[in-house]
């Protein structure tokens, strides 16, 4: 009789500080009736992976369903694995953290579950060939990685079916690939499809090994899944499937395939990820032409024959797509930085009391925060335990998941980078006052930029890119203020245009990456492109004819390309603070003009002070319209919890989605009470102001949406210059906690 090895290994995951109404969801739809079905079937066997995020949450909300799996574990049903503990991409993140975060994720496993893990869930099975070694000092035998990664390496199909054996620096895990085939079967296709499949590869020997590893919120969360997994029963139908064909099938844990069947050796696998995530971190128009590619190599029916040799981006080129991801990611590092200084010199961290060798120190702090920081000074266990839920990986790219297009995700990695990067700086500073200004390559793009913080404030300066703020942390609240998104092409805006129904006959659900339904309609108004990115103190010098409409479009002249000039910067010293002086030039019409912007910021307040001043340096007389943007992420720009004031009074039209414009004013403000704060500017010079809001259009599992990014303000000015004269105008920028 033709017999093979089957296991099944799925993960579960929700971003750190999702909406608990998601959580909750997700629970009820998935991961409860999961373990309920698992239940009724005991012959059924499976290895499991809960992220810290969701285990975090499901402790403090639903513990019944721990005791559940844990008794699902002791009876041999369930085995865990085990992975970074917030989720994060473990290959982008410093190696310390990596090594910590596994370590912490083991510990907790042994604490809940009373098991060990020798098993590793590696995150949207991102691969790069340093991870070996780091994952064998953490404790790691073994993970899953896609089938696709070994037919990049030079591996035939029929060669995929058992595991392999790869190292870094000598030390050794195995990778086991996981079916694409059935990923995209399970649970969208009838149970005898798999069944089928798994007869067509069965041998007389019964010593291949098929692995299905793949989201466990397919079985349930996805869109249409729930009804046809459970009130279908397909999860039922398969279980019993499995169950009356237990004679050729063998269905086993992915640790007990590692104990009882022989690798097939050894392989090296190049960088890779699943085949979409590499789509998705190509540049628009790469993506496109790559689409087309695939269209016709699948057109041909050589689909399979091609797919080794056919592969997209490299999963950093994220963070070259959206700077707005890379800024997250070099704070991380920063902040990172900070913390691992609060290890140095502290008696007895590098070594583990219950056992008679030292340990990495990493791997003992990681265990130590798994244990509600048992064995570690206070301030180290807060730092590392923000730290870390500051590396999950959601918000750090996008694909067919809203990802880093979901404001409260970004804020929440924010959130927590920023309070780690408090508790390094309180411990070094105390409460003395404190400011300091730095100047580094902060993005890496090969050019420094100016960091400056203070006790309230912590802001970055892009010199090169029109002196703009890139980042504005309001420290009291934990929160960016600039935390926005620039609208950019992405690939799949051309199906907006050209979307299908989201359904198929026969009841079955579609996956998520076929669904092109919208959410709302008319979102091809909305497409609209930004030439720069958002920020603060972003200079503009309007053309004539300018309206608020061209404004909100970006499709309006932009005088002496100033968003784009490079800035020079030097800071001077002052009493209890410091005065930042930017300068750029720039031709309008043959004109040369100069902007200068002086920030004033001190050590004892969160206030602001920036003095701009423009001159004409040549050429002829000239009438000038100048505006400075800001642009405020507000998290919610529909929320009632919102509201803008002028002259110490609320608008009538309180919402920030709104967009219009306040004349002959001095000043300008929002009250946020989602993030208990008070933005106010005062303006030396009356002013008009402009206000719009930021939305982007991007896909999630469900479709197409329209996210609010953040709220723009525009203060602006005209005036005319003679030869020798300039103009000037004082904003005062003042942030309160409510």
């Given at each position: 009789m033709k017999k093979i090895n089957f296991a099944i290994g799925l993960h579960f995951h929700?971003?750190?500080?999702?909406?608990?109404?998601?959580?909750?969801?997700?629970?009820?739809?998935?991961?409860?009736?999961?373990?309920?079905?698992?239940?009724?079937?005991?012959?059924?066997?499976v290895t499991l992976h809960y992220s810290g995020s969701l285990l975090e949450w499901i402790e403090a909300n639903r513990p019944e369903l721990l005791k559940r799996i844990a008794n699902l574990v002791a009876n041999g049903q369930v085995e865990m694995m085990t992975g970074g503990f917030y989720e994060p991409i473990l290959c982008v993140i410093p190696r310390r953290d990596a090594i910590g975060q596994i370590s912490m994720m083991t510990e907790y496993i042994r604490n809940k579950f009373h098991a060990g893990a020798e098993g590793m869930w590696l995150t949207e099975r991102i691969w790069e060939p340093h991870l070996p070694s780091i994952l064998h000092e953490a404790g790691v035998k073994y993970l899953i990685i896609d089938d696709i990664h070994f037919r990049y390496a030079g591996l035939p199909e029929d060669e995929l079916y058992g595991y392999y054996s790869?190292?870094?620096?000598?030390?050794?895990?195995?990778?086991?690939?996981?079916?694409?085939?059935?990923?995209?079967?399970?649970?969208?296709?009838?149970?005898?499809?798999?069944?089928?499949?798994?007869?067509?590869?069965?041998?007389?020997?019964?010593?291949?090994?098929?692995?299905?590893?793949?989201?466990?919120?397919?079985?349930?969360?996805?869109?249409?899944?729930?009804?046809?997994?459970?009130?279908?029963?397909?999860?039922?139908?398969?279980?019993?499937?499995?169950?009356?064909?237990?004679?050729?099938?063998?269905?086993?844990?992915?640790?007990d395939?590692?104990?009882?069947?022989?690798?097939?050796?050894?392989?090296?696998?190049?960088?890779?990820?699943?085949?979409?995530?590499?789509?998705?971190?190509?540049?628009?128009?790469?993506?496109?032409?790559?689409?087309?590619?695939?269209?016709?190599?699948?057109?041909?029916?050589?689909?399979?024959?091609?797919?080794?040799?056919?592969?997209g981006g490299f999963w950093r080129n994220f963070l070259e797509k959206y700077p707005e991801s890379n800024n997250m990611h070099k704070k991380m590092f920063r902040v990172s930085n900070k913390v691992a200084e609060l290890t140095e010199g502290v008696k007895g961290i590098s070594l583990d009391p219950l056992t008679p060798r030292p340990l990495d120190p990493y791997i003992y702090i990681g265990k130590c925060v798994a244990r509600k920081g048992e064995g570690l000074p206070p301030n180290i266990y807060e730092a590392y335990a923000e730290l870390w839920r500051g590396q999950v990986n959601c918000p750090y790219w996008h694909g067919v998941f809203g990802g880093l297009y979901l404001g409260h995700l970004r804020a929440a990695v924010y959130r927590h980078l920023i309070?780690?990067?408090?508790?390094?700086?309180?411990?070094?500073?105390?409460?003395?006052?404190?400011?300091?200004?730095?100047?580094?390559?902060?993005?890496?793009?090969?050019?420094?930029?100016?960091?400056?913080?203070?006790?309230?404030?912590?802001?970055?300066?892009?010199?090169?890119?029109?002196?703009?703020?890139?980042?504005?942390?309001?420290?009291?609240?934990?929160?960016?203020?600039?935390?926005?998104?620039?609208?950019?092409?992405?690939?799949?805006?051309?199906?907006?245009?050209?979307?299908?129904?989201?359904?198929?006959?026969?009841?079955?659900?579609?996956?998520?990456?076929?669904?092109?339904?919208?959410?709302?309609?008319?979102?091809?108004?909305?497409l609209h492109y930004d030439s720069y990115r958002r920020g603060m103190l972003i200079d503009h010098l309007f053309g004539e004819g300018t309206t608020l409409d061209n404004v909100i479009q970006n499709r309006y002249e932009d005088l002496g390309g100033f968003p784009w000039t490079p800035y020079t910067s030097s800071v001077k010293e002052i009493k209890n603070g410091k005065v930042i002086i930017l300068e750029g030039e720039g031709l309008i019409h043959g004109i040369k003009i100069s902007i200068t912007k002086d920030i004033k910021i001190d050590n004892v307040s969160p206030d602001m002070e920036v003095n701009y001043t423009i001159r004409r340096l040549s050429g002829e007389p000239i009438d000038l319209w100048f505006g400075p943007e800001f642009n405020f992420a507000m998290l919610d720009g529909r929320s009632d919890f919102c509201r803008y004031y002028t002259e110490g009074s609320y608008l009538e039209d309180t919402c920030q989605m709104s967009r219009g414009e306040s004349k002959?004013?001095?000043?300008?403000?929002?009250?946020?009470?989602?993030?208990?704060?008070n933005i106010a500017l005062s303006f030396s010079n009356v002013c008009n102001l402009w206000r719009f809001p930021i939305e982007t259009v991007s896909q999630s599992e469900s479709g197409f949406e329209k996210e609010y990014q953040s709220s723009v303000l525009i203060p602006h000015w005209k005036f005319h210059l003679e030869e020798g004269e300039e103009w000037g105008v004082r904003i005062g920028l003042s942030f309160r906690q409510l």
């Open positions: 929700q971003p750190v500080d999702n909406f608990d109404h998601v959580f909750k969801d997700a629970y009820e739809k998935s991961y409860k009736p999961f373990i309920e079905a698992l239940e009724q079937y005991p012959e059924i066997k790869t190292e870094d620096e000598g030390k050794v895990v195995y990778l086991f690939p996981s079916s694409e085939r059935l990923r995209y079967s399970i649970p969208f296709r009838e149970v005898h499809e798999t069944i089928d499949y798994l007869h067509s590869i069965a041998t007389e020997e019964g010593d291949r090994v098929l692995v299905y590893g793949d989201d466990g919120e397919k079985f349930g969360l996805w869109p249409g899944t729930y009804n046809w997994v459970y009130n279908q029963k397909w999860l039922e139908r398969f279980f019993d499937a499995l169950r009356k064909e237990s004679s050729w099938i063998n269905l086993t844990t992915i640790g395939i590692s104990k009882n069947v022989r690798s097939h050796g050894r392989v090296y696998i190049p960088t890779a990820s699943y085949r979409e995530m590499m789509e998705w971190a190509l540049p628009p128009e790469s993506g496109g032409h790559f689409e087309d590619v695939l269209r016709e190599v699948r057109d041909s029916g050589k689909d399979r024959y091609y797919a080794p040799f056919l592969r309070g780690a990067e408090k508790i390094a700086d309180k411990t070094k500073y105390g409460k003395n006052k404190w400011i300091t200004a730095e100047n580094f390559d902060f993005d890496c793009d090969g050019s420094d930029e100016l960091l400056i913080t203070t006790p309230d404030l912590s802001f970055v300066i892009d010199t090169h890119k029109g002196g703009m703020i890139t980042e504005l942390d309001y420290r009291p609240a934990s929160f960016n203020l600039l935390n926005t998104l620039a609208r950019r092409p992405e690939t799949y805006h051309k199906r907006i245009f050209a979307q299908g129904s989201g359904g198929r006959s026969g009841g079955e659900p579609l996956s998520i990456h076929d669904i092109t339904t919208s959410k709302e309609a008319d979102l091809h108004l909305y002959d004013i001095s000043s300008f403000g929002i009250e946020n009470k989602l993030i208990s704060t």
